[in-house]
């Protein structure tokens, strides 16, 4: 089982940039598919990106209409993976969540049911 805790939430402005960071204990986290989603107030979480594990390669995977605004990337000797969110507009307001499996398969990358491992979420906040 990995423990994720994530952090960098805040109330940033329109148009600003908010970086978010993951932290995982326990496990192989080279061999994770380590994940971020968000939800926002009376919607469905939702992928946002996704950096894969060993296996695939470590490549990384967006929600198509977020690329170009937001990065994610991992630092296997921190067990770390971060997501630097730029240009944020308010329908960017959520919680994210960090997720993490070591199973899943490439179909189900972006569906929150690949994932077993999550963690508390961090409240972003896009507001003038």
């Known amino acids: 089982q990995v423990q994720l805790v994530e952090s960098g939430g805040g109330l940033v402005q329109p148009g600003g940039s908010l970086s978010l960071a993951c932290v995982a204990s326990?496990?192989?986290?080279?061999?994770?598919?380590m994940a971020w989603f968000r939800q926002a107030p009376g919607k469905e979480r939702e992928f946002v990106a996704a950096?894969?594990?060993?296996?695939?390669?470590?490549?990384?995977y967006y929600k198509d209409s977020l690329k170009g605004r937001f990065v994610i990337s991992r630092d296997n000797s921190k067990s770390t993976v971060n997501l630097q969110m730029n240009n944020l507009e308010a329908e960017d307001t959520a919680v994210y969540y960090c997720?993490?499996?070591?199973?899943?398969?490439?179909?189900?990358?972006?569906?929150?049911?690949?994932?077993?491992?999550w963690g508390r979420g961090t409240q972003v906040i896009v507001s003038s």
């Open positions: 997720a993490a499996s070591q199973t899943i398969i490439l179909s189900n990358l972006r569906n929150v049911g690949g994932y077993a491992n």
């Open positions: 326990g496990g192989n986290f080279r061999a994770h598919t």
């Open positions: 950096a894969g594990g060993s296996s695939k390669g470590y490549r990384l």
